[in-house]
Structures are given as C-alpha cells and as structure tokens.
C-alpha cells in the first residue's frame, strides 16, 4: 500500500509539473499571438502610407508631363 501511495503522489506532483509547463506554452502562446496582432497592424499602416506614396509620386509624374508639354511649345 505505501509503494501504491508513493506512486500516487509522485504522479500527483508530476502532474502538477506538467500543468505548470502547459500554463506556461499557453502564456508564450497567447503573447506570440499578440505580437503578431501588433506587426499585421503595423504592416497595414506601412501597407497605406506606400499606396499613397504611389498615388503622389503618380500625381508629381503627371504634373512633370504637363510642365514638359507647357515648355515644348515655348521653343524657338
């Protein structure tokens, strides 16, 4: 009966480990996720300023043409 008892107890506190080491994958997993959360929101914004960078630099491209048409008529 003690061995029985022993083993018992060695399996409890083994389990009580084994819990401890869950929580713990658990913890590092929920601030892996929120790392993720906070570089996917991160990107969106760099996301957004690239396209309207695009968008001037389509603007300046256009402007640099009508300036080039404007000059061309003003040759000699």
Known sequence: ME???AASSKM????????G???SIAAAATAN????????GASGKQLDA???IAASAGHL???A???QQSI???KI
């Open 3 to 5: 061995d029985v008892a």
């Open 12 to 19: 409890a506190e083994d389990s009580g480990h084994i819990a």
């Open 21 to 23: 080491s869950i929580g």
């Open 33 to 40: 996720a929120e790392g993720t959360q906070h570089i996917a």
């Open 50 to 52: 690239m396209a309207e």
């Open 61 to 63: 491209l256009e402007m």
């Open 65 to 67: 043409q009508e300036l």
């Open 72 to 74: 061309h008529r003003f």
